[in-house]
């Protein structure tokens, strides 16, 4: 169990034998929180005392602030050993978060084929399988006998990120299929590779959108994907630790658009006072001009409300109800897109079910409103033009709200926009000029 306490104790104590010790027990994504917690030069001091292979691990899973602070700090033959130590998808994500001072110092130190295979992984587009992918995997020929495999995986085996899935290909590197080292163990040692590995397998394009290599591993259950070029020549694999912190990093951009911010490369506390006020200042000022055009509206319907000043204390319930109901449909539709569940071609289908639901809800919100104002005011045809008004609302809020996102989805914007501040603002005035339209049309005004 990581004790936090007791290192900082013994950091404090200065004990340094007692704190490697204990140090050196601990799972590498433990000790890089711990060293999260940490000023920069106690975190580079306890850095320094992790073996080689346990820093280069640690490493890989701080954020890249610290890595920064500890590249930094370092000697041309540390830096050297980190880096030729990384898997080449760490040493590539983490190059691609440095200045250009940091990266030149670090390729510098780096190995001649480490360097090529780094440089070879940017020049990926950000956010594709290719950029993602990692050369380090194990490949075989498949006319070798499976005893041949085994000796084959363990000498370059330990060298890999994983040896789960050995990937089988011609002499020109084109992918000729799969075999799991399961598969492999359970097979005749004197059969021959071709003879039991898998041809019927799933690929990537390097070019392929990483959250569309997400749904894959989603979909057909995997713990790595291979990654081809163009001319289906094996290029790379993508593990299943990357594709979490895609799906992660996917989820939280979504999310960030739909509460109407920019979305953040770095974790909250980090995140400087300026970066938070410029993420959110856009959509704020968006949304606050859009929000005019309600005090426009109602500005239109000031007879209406002096003739009946009862109609005002209406409008916060049936602009609230409106926006949650939209933004309700635009979640769900949002979430069924990015599931892969719903597509463009379920524009009608998805018209007609938010269409049938809004009158379901519409309508019993509505008998419930008109209830209400029959009770406490004693007049009906004012029930009657709040209830109509909260029907049509909530129809239109939901329809919008279902609509909106797959019409983002097929103009190639993110659906995550047509989100729930936007769609309210929308929402907020429909609802207004329904509303005084019917009072105006039902009640003495």
Same mark, same amino acid.
């Given at each position: 169990?990581?004790?936090?306490?007791?290192?900082?104790?013994?950091?404090? *104590?200065?004990q340094?034998?007692h704190?490697?010790?204990?140090?050196? $027990?601990q799972?590498?994504?433990?000790?890089?929180? %711990?060293?999260? &917690?940490?000023?920069?030069?106690? /975190?580079v001091?306890?850095?320094?005392?992790?073996?080689?292979?346990?820093a280069?691990e640690?490493? /890989?899973n !701080?954020?890249?602030?610290?890595?920064?602070s500890?590249?930094e700090a370092?000697?041309?033959k540390?830096?050297?050993?980190?880096?030729?130590? !990384?898997?080449?998808?760490?040493?590539?994500?983490? +190059?691609?978060?440095?200045?250009a001072?940091?990266?030149?110092?670090?390729?510098?130190?780096?190995?001649?084929?480490?360097?090529? $295979? +780094?440089?070879?992984?940017?020049q990926?587009?950000?956010? *594709?399988?290719g950029?993602?992918?990692? =050369?380090?995997?194990?490949?075989m020929?498949?006319?070798?006998t499976i005893?041949?495999?085994?000796? @084959?995986i363990?000498?370059?085996?330990p060298d890999?990120?994983?040896?789960?899935?050995?990937?089988?290909?011609?002499?020109?590197r084109?992918?000729?299929?799969?075999v799991?080292?399961?598969?492999?163990?359970?097979?005749?040692?004197?059969?021959r590779? @071709?003879?039991?590995?898998?041809t019927v397998f799933?690929?990537a394009?390097?070019?392929?959108?990483?959250?569309a290599?997400?749904? $894959?591993?989603?979909?057909?259950?995997?713990?790595?994907?291979?990654?081809?070029?163009?001319?289906?020549?094996? =290029?790379?694999?993508?593990?299943?630790?990357?594709i979490i912190?895609?799906?992660q990093?996917?989820a939280?951009?979504?999310f960030?658009?739909?509460?109407?911010?920019?979305p953040?490369e770095?974790p909250?506390l980090?995140?400087?006072?300026? *970066?938070?006020? @410029?993420?959110? +200042?856009t959509?704020?000022?968006?949304?606050? +001009?859009?929000?005019?055009?309600?005090?426009?509206?109602?500005?239109?319907?000031?007879?209406?409300?002096?003739?009946?000043?009862?109609?005002v204390?209406?409008?916060?319930?049936? &602009?609230?109800?409106?926006g949650?109901?939209?933004?309700?449909s635009?979640?769900?539709?949002?979430?069924?897109?990015?599931?892969?569940?719903?597509?463009?071609?379920d524009?009608?289908r998805?018209?007609?079910?938010?269409?049938?639901?809004?009158?379901v809800v519409?309508?019993?919100?509505? /008998?419930?409103? %008109?209830?209400?104002?029959?009770?406490?005011?004693?007049?009906?045809?004012l029930?009657?033009?709040?209830?109509?008004?909260?029907?049509l609302?909530v129809i239109?809020? $939901?329809?919008?709200?279902?609509l909106?996102?797959?019409? /983002?989805?097929?103009? @190639?914007?993110?659906?995550?926009?047509?989100?729930?501040?936007?769609i309210?603002?929308?929402?907020?005035?429909?609802?207004?000029?329904i %509303?005084?339209?019917?009072?105006?049309?039902?009640?003495?005004?």
């Amino acid at each position: 169990m990581f004790n936090y306490n007791m290192l900082l104790d013994d950091l404090g *104590s200065k004990q340094y034998q007692h704190l490697q010790t204990e140090l050196l $027990q601990q799972n590498p994504a433990d000790i890089a929180g %711990f060293l999260e &917690t940490l000023e920069s030069e106690k /975190a580079v001091v306890i850095f320094r005392m992790l073996t080689k292979d346990t820093a280069s691990e640690v490493f /890989a899973n !701080l954020f890249p602030e610290t890595q920064r602070s500890i590249i930094e700090a370092l000697t041309d033959k540390e830096i050297a050993a980190i880096i030729n130590e !990384l898997y080449l998808d760490d040493a590539a994500d983490f +190059i691609e978060e440095m200045p250009a001072g940091i990266v030149k110092k670090v390729l510098a130190n780096a190995r001649e084929d480490t360097r090529a $295979q +780094i440089n070879s992984l940017l020049q990926y587009p950000d956010n *594709s399988a290719g950029s993602i992918m990692t =050369v380090e995997f194990v490949d075989m020929p498949g006319d070798i006998t499976i005893a041949e495999a085994f000796g @084959r995986i363990r000498k370059v085996g330990p060298d890999k990120e994983t040896i789960y899935t050995c990937y089988v290909t011609d002499g020109t590197r084109h992918l000729e299929g799969v075999v799991s080292v399961r598969k492999l163990l359970l097979s005749d040692s004197g059969a021959r590779v @071709r003879d039991v590995m898998d041809t019927v397998f799933v690929a990537a394009r390097t070019l392929d959108d990483q959250e569309a290599v997400a749904h $894959q591993f989603k979909k057909y259950d995997l713990l790595s994907l291979p990654v081809v070029d163009k001319e289906d020549r094996l =290029v790379g694999i993508i593990t299943i630790d990357d594709i979490i912190d895609v799906v992660q990093e996917e989820a939280t951009e979504d999310f960030e658009k739909m509460a109407a911010m920019r979305p953040s490369e770095k974790p909250y506390l980090r995140t400087g006072i300026l *970066s938070l006020a @410029r993420n959110r +200042i856009t959509w704020l000022l968006i949304l606050m +001009i859009s929000g005019m055009i309600t005090g426009g509206i109602m500005r239109q319907y000031t007879a209406a409300i002096a003739a009946v000043p009862l109609l005002v204390t209406f409008v916060p319930m049936i &602009t609230g109800t409106g926006g949650n109901a939209g933004s309700q449909s635009s979640t769900v539709v949002i979430r069924g897109m990015a599931l892969n569940e719903i597509g463009a071609q379920d524009f009608v289908r998805i018209w007609w079910k938010e269409l049938r639901t809004s009158l379901v809800v519409g309508a019993l919100l509505s /008998a419930v409103n %008109f209830v209400r104002v029959y009770l406490q005011e004693g007049d009906m045809m004012l029930g009657f033009a709040v209830s109509a008004s909260m029907l049509l609302t909530v129809i239109i809020a $939901q329809t919008l709200g279902g609509l909106l996102p797959m019409v /983002a989805r097929v103009c @190639r914007a993110d659906p995550a926009v047509m989100a729930a501040p936007l769609i309210s603002t929308m929402v907020d005035a429909v609802s207004l000029i329904i %509303f005084f339209s019917i009072a105006r049309l039902i009640l003495p005004v």
